[in-house]
């Protein structure tokens, strides 16, 4: 695969951030403690070892041009969210599009039933990780049972010598219906805004940025809560469109996958970042190209179907200029 963007000239200026739904990046080794079993060579979605390269050099192809149209180079932060362990975040920086830059990881095993986590991957050019911690979101299903979900993720740092946090969350899903799982998200929401309280407690001026799979969209109480009460802006309200998302499900696009920053990010002043823009970050080559689902995303897998694809989201990234 040649780059996409090789005449872009390199804008030093210019800094994405950006966020990754990876769709089920499980290695091929059974984990006793998850259930990893439909990804094994033995299970009947036949995870083989070739099925994995594959996607590992798809999802390295792909991260490495997240911004590139607008800056010319690779993205400084990408939150991830879906992947089983640090082997596999490992093997997808070892891979040849993204071994030369020089990228670094934070990742925490978590509770979580199906054994998928968040992590953060950054540049070590451009970011310097000062601290990191993750959060527990304690839900229970209906029944009063505990339901074991992603925990949340922050990470601060230096981007560019500027301090910055950055929070990493995967909600929980709408497979029971959206109403009746709205609690649960409620619940992470919730915990996203003690950790930015407290992020501000510390210093009321502290630029935060939130991303994840929200599983709500940018008009939903979960994520207005995040921008009406504790000051975020959230630019992927303006992306919002019936022809374009980030996930395409019963013939209806999504826009789960959001960025949202503290407000102090349109300050204007001349030695700190602020705003330059925000987009999905759809390009052809993420998408199928034909059949009943032309233009959405290519898929790893359809149902227990092998697919050869990215994944079943599109990435969502934010450039700050300097």
Request: no cysteine; glycine share 4%.
């Amino acid at each position: 695969m040649s780059d996409i963007f090789d005449d872009i000239p390199v804008r030093n200026d210019l800094q994405t951030i950006a966020f990754y739904n990876l769709e089920n990046l499980f290695d091929i080794h059974k984990d006793r403690n998850t259930h990893d079993s439909d990804f094994l060579p033995t299970s009947v979605k036949r995870w083989t070892p070739k099925r994995y390269d594959n996607k590992l050099r798809k999802l390295s192809y792909a991260i490495s041009n997240i911004g590139k149209r607008e800056t010319g180079k690779n993205p400084a932060i990408v939150g991830l969210a879906e992947v089983e362990n640090a082997t596999v975040i490992q093997d997808l920086l070892n891979y040849k599009h993204l071994k030369d830059y020089n990228y670094g990881f934070v990742h925490y095993d978590s509770p979580d039933e199906r054994g998928i986590d968040v992590a953060l991957i950054y540049d070590k050019a451009s970011f310097e990780v000062l601290h990191s911690e993750t959060y527990s979101v304690l839900l229970r299903d209906e029944d009063g049972s505990p339901d074991y979900t992603r925990d949340i993720l922050l990470v601060s740092g230096r981007l560019d010598e500027e301090k910055v946090h950055v929070i990493v969350t995967h909600w929980s899903s709408r497979r029971e219906g959206q109403k009746e799982t709205e609690y649960k998200r409620m619940a992470s929401s919730n915990k996203v805004a003690e950790i930015i309280t407290k992020l501000k407690q510390e210093n009321e001026d502290a630029r935060i940025i939130v991303m994840g799979d929200f599983n709500d969209e940018p008009d939903n109480k979960s994520i207005k809560n995040l921008v009406d009460n504790f000051g975020l802006y959230n630019p992927m309200e303006t992306l919002r469109s019936f022809s374009r998302g980030t996930t395409y499900h019963h013939r209806k696009w999504n826009l789960f996958d959001q960025i949202m920053f503290t407000t102090n990010y349109f300050k204007n002043s001349n030695n700190e970042f602020e705003f330059f823009k925000a987009n999905i970050f759809d390009e052809d080559f993420l998408k199928t190209f034909s059949g009943r689902y032309k233009g959405s995303p290519f898929r790893t897998y359809v149902g227990k179907k092998y697919n050869g694809g990215y994944s079943d989201h599109f990435p969502v990234y934010t450039v700050f200029k300097k």
